[in-house]
């Protein structure tokens, strides 16, 4: 089970993700004769995490770039459905072979229906996948959807067989991080963009099934990186969000065969022309290092806005989580940050119901929760993954326990982030001005450092001046736990 107030990294398996469809529907734009009656068209789910959403833009870059194809949100009108999993938790996982066993029912009508799994789930569960669900034509990992042309050229080979004889193609090796260099030149809309950093986990907490399905840590060369976040930048982009799942770990080769590491990366990016802002997502507090912290006394361009994932407030619980820290060690991080930046907002992942936590582990937990005052927070009831050394442990709490404890924790959360959203209200705060709200077309809407959105009315004739700068705004009111709304008082840049 999973809850939380907002989380813009979790996405629901039914949601379709349109973030990509900018890039694709520019491509056809710049060549009308593309969008013929022939050209195929491709509908979308993400599970998961911030990373599955760029992998998913990526797999939608691929198909418009190779064969042409465009997006749709209209799984009727699709020639290709493609389904981007996670595997993280159980719950995400059943949803895959049911959402499945509904596209199967399209395929009966429709046998041309070309139907990929791709992701997480696809990387652990691959042949599993291709005897569970016969009908699937391609089945990749997100270290190989780059080959997702290839495997649609291969799937497209086996329309010429009966339908009881074709067999799935199937991709889930971790070719190193070859990935990166297949992929097209990125195209955007709008003013902000992930780029991803690293791929894979190796810091193998106990639950986790990142570093089996996404591999080992593997960073991407810093003249790469660097190179997609000018484009970005010269295409407008001003927020950049360095994605990995644990990006302090990055250690990015340069040039001259010397190793970068996060925060000389942070300084880099900062010098390009055009970005305003950074963020990252997300960090181990075991390699959140004193260069890192440095950085924000140094870089205005961070937003004072952390992310920094602790899972628990028990040493004991910690310790078989195999995080390799203390409570004290996350603390010391956490106010170090405080003395250089007091403003900032902080927000962390939990565990509720790890093999073993007690009344007291559990106690501790929402303890450090109501002490750091988190400005929001993701949590989860501990989801035992098969291959895991966690799953070996025995789990004497009953779920009734851990659904109350979760309960009472997401109401910590959800107490904290409406106070911090209630104390902006006479405060000035920084925003990166996005578009003319849907529903009020007199008012620009942004996003504040610590992700609140914040809605100001504007005069029209300023609206060039203002899409795309960062502001400040006075906040005058509450809108909602995640919104408020101001006064423009001064562009910044
Ligand atoms: N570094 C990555 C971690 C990816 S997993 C990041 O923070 O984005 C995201 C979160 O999912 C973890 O921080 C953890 O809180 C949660 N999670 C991972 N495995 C889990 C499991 N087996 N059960 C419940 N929650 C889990
Ligand atoms: Fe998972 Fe721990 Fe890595 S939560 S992604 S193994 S830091």
Not at 236 to 250: C, D, K, P
Not at 319 to 326: E, P, S
Not at 431 to 455: F, K, S, W, Y
Request: contains cysteine.
């Amino acid at each position: 089970m999973s809850v939380s107030v907002f989380d813009p990294r979790i996405t629901d398996a039914s949601a379709k993700t349109d973030v990509t469809a900018p890039a694709i529907n520019a491509l056809v734009e710049t060549n009308p004769e593309i969008a013929s009656a022939a050209t195929k068209k491709v509908f979308i789910t993400t599970q998961g995490c911030q990373m599955n959403v760029y992998d998913s833009d990526k797999m939608l870059d691929v198909l418009g770039d190779s064969h042409g194809m465009v997006v749709t949100q209209d799984i009727d009108e699709a020639d290709v459905l493609l389904m981007n999993t996670c595997s993280i938790r159980e719950k995400a996982q059943e949803k895959v072979f049911s959402e499945l066993g509904r596209w199967r029912k399209l395929k009966e009508k429709r046998p041309d229906l070309v139907i990929g799994v791709g992701g997480c789930v696809a990387s652990q569960e691959g042949d599993n996948i291709q005897k569970r669900a016969p009908y699937v034509d391609m089945i990749f990992g997100p270290q190989t959807l780059h080959r997702l042309p290839e495997l649609y050229d291969q799937s497209s080979e086996q329309r010429n067989i009966a339908p009881k004889n074709r067999i799935g193609t199937i991709d889930i090796s971790f070719p190193s991080i070859e990935k990166f260099d297949f992929l097209p030149e990125p195209k955007v809309e709008g003013y902000k963009a992930f780029v991803s950093i690293m791929e894979g986990c190796s810091k193998y907490c106990s639950f986790c099934v990142v570093p089996y399905t996404r591999g080992e840590e593997l960073s991407r060369p810093l003249d790469d990186v660097l190179a997609e976040i000018d484009s970005l930048a010269a295409q407008g982009i001003r927020e950049i969000n360095l994605l990995g799942q644990n990006v302090n770990g990055y250690r990015g080769e340069k040039d001259d065969g010397s190793i970068c590491r996060f925060a000389e990366l942070l300084h880099y990016v900062s010098h390009i022309d055009g970005v305003e802002r950074i963020r990252y997502t997300t960090s181990h507090p075991l390699e959140f290092t004193d260069d890192i912290i440095d950085a924000y006394a140094q870089l205005p361009e961070l937003v004072s806005h952390l992310h920094l994932p602790v899972q628990s407030g028990s040493n004991n619980i910690l310790a078989a989580m195999k995080r390799n820290h203390t409570i004290d060690v996350y603390i010391n991080q956490i106010n170090k940050l405080k003395a250089i930046r007091p403003d900032i907002y902080l927000s962390s992942d939990f565990i509720i119901g790890f093999p073993g936590e007690t009344d007291q582990d559990f106690q501790d937990t929402l303890n450090l929760a109501k002490e750091l005052n988190f400005d929001h927070s993701y949590s989860f009831i501990y989801s035992k993954r098969p291959g895991t050394p966690a799953a070996e442990l025995p789990d004497n709490v009953s779920f009734t326990t851990k659904k109350e404890r979760l309960a009472e924790f997401q109401q910590v959360i959800i107490d904290s982030t409406l106070a911090k959203t209630h104390e902006m209200v006479g405060t000035t705060t920084r925003v990166l001005v996005e578009q003319v709200a849907d529903r009020h077309p007199d008012c620009l809407i942004g996003t504040a450092d610590n992700t609140r959105t914040v809605m100001f009315p504007y005069d029209m004739e300023q609206i060039d001046q203002l899409l795309g700068k960062i502001v400040n705004v006075r906040v005058t009111d509450f809108v909602s736990p995640h919104m408020v709304k101001g006064e423009l008082e001064a562009v910044l840049a």
